[in-house]
């Protein structure tokens, strides 16, 4: 009989994906201080080097160049520059500096303020003018205040005691804190032409506690770092009580973290009714909140509005206002809107004006006096050119621009919205403006631009176009700019 021959092996023709290599991963690290700043009243936006520092508001620890153990950290929004050497120039904002082994310079619009080595204290300088100095710990701080004839005098806080400098026209509401601290009045009138001072005393312990700088996360601080904060808390945290404070104090046991339970139960309302006549809630009435589809805003509709033009398509959610002033050419009044120019579109913006390249998509949004730029989407670089003061800057893809008056809106409209951004810094214009520059999370804008979110969800062809590249985009860029540190909103 004939044999059977045994049938081939079959090649095995699975498609093997190269496997895609792992971003690198997100290094959290103190950001050097070097010894280059703007100079109190330069004007300009053209020297990266003379830009203001923005600090974000998470922990985000600062050191200077050979580190001689001094940690900065700033509230969100907070304005300074490294000036000449162991010295910041505070713009706008709050700082709690702990010196190294050399001291730390800070200077105010109201006079130079010197942290002793190895002290702590906070300096905090509002838009309004008021600056605030409070020593933690340490040697006695020391400020020098211009006293007119090119004279100045020296004023001091021992640890505990903080000084409150304001010109003196402006009104008492300014001085009050609100950061629900003890504090009492120190005797004795310090006297300064064009000046009001006060000086208190405050509660270390409760300092300690309520300060949201000295309760942040410490996972960026080095080692060296995290063991001098240590330091300082625990100093703070041994100190007496103020005399003039209430032991017994609903308000100060919450703060001091201490207390019985009658206390706290004490303190709480009485005679309140319950939520439902019967007293309970039945099961059927309560959804999960997480579960909620969101409504769309003050009824109006959760579509997304279009305006198309030869040179661009406009996408908005309907609160936007937007004149088409000639072909190319459109004036953003007010709102939200996303920019798809086919064509070089120029978009006005109150002061500023907008410079958009074809395929390019902009999202741009109009709030009073500030205005703000984002590059989504680029097929070529530095796409977006942002006039302002008579000068000019390029956005590219991944960039935002923020513009405004120079009075510390565009602080609080870094703090308006939970988008991540890094890298941030800030820059004086002539002719009274001041712009922010920095890098945003791009997935973070799509969840939580208004506009986006309304895109990332429509179902219309033209729609689904943009968002379809604004996803590929974001991916794009969480691969390739890993490496630049993680993005965070800007806190308090």
Known sequence: PQEQQPEPVKKDTTRIDPVQPLPPPVVCAPQALADTAPERGMKGADAESAGWLVAGGSCQPFSFEGDDGTVVVGSGGTAFAPSKTRTLLLKEGKLVTMAGTQGVVIETSHGNVRVPPDGATIVEQKPSGVVRIANLSGAKTDVAVPAGDGQTKILSA???EELIIADAGLADEELIPVDGVDREPIGGAIALAGNRIQKRRFDRKMMANREQLLICNTGCFTVTMKKKFDNVKQNMDSSAPLVSGKPGDASRVRALGTGTGARTKAALPKGLAPVSQSGSVRTSD?????FRAPSASGGLSSGVFTLATAHAVVKH????KMNLEQQGVMTLRNGETVVAASKRTVVRAGAY????????IALICKDGDVVKVRNLYETSANAIQVFVGGKYVHIAVGHEVILGPDDGSLTKALKSEPIGRRHIKRFDVAGGHSMTRCEFSLV????????LNRLMSSQNDSDREISDKL?????????VTAGRGAYAPVGQ
Request: charged residues 10%.
């Open 353 to 360: 004006t907008f410079n958009i390249a074809p395929g390019t």
């Open 158 to 160: 021992e640890p505990g």
């Open 317 to 320: 959610s309907g609160r936007a």
């Open 471 to 479: 996803v590929k985009m974001a991916a794009v860029l969480t691969q």
């Open 444 to 451: 973070s804008a799509l969840q939580n631009a208004d506009v």
């Open 286 to 290: 309560l959804v999960p909140i997480g």
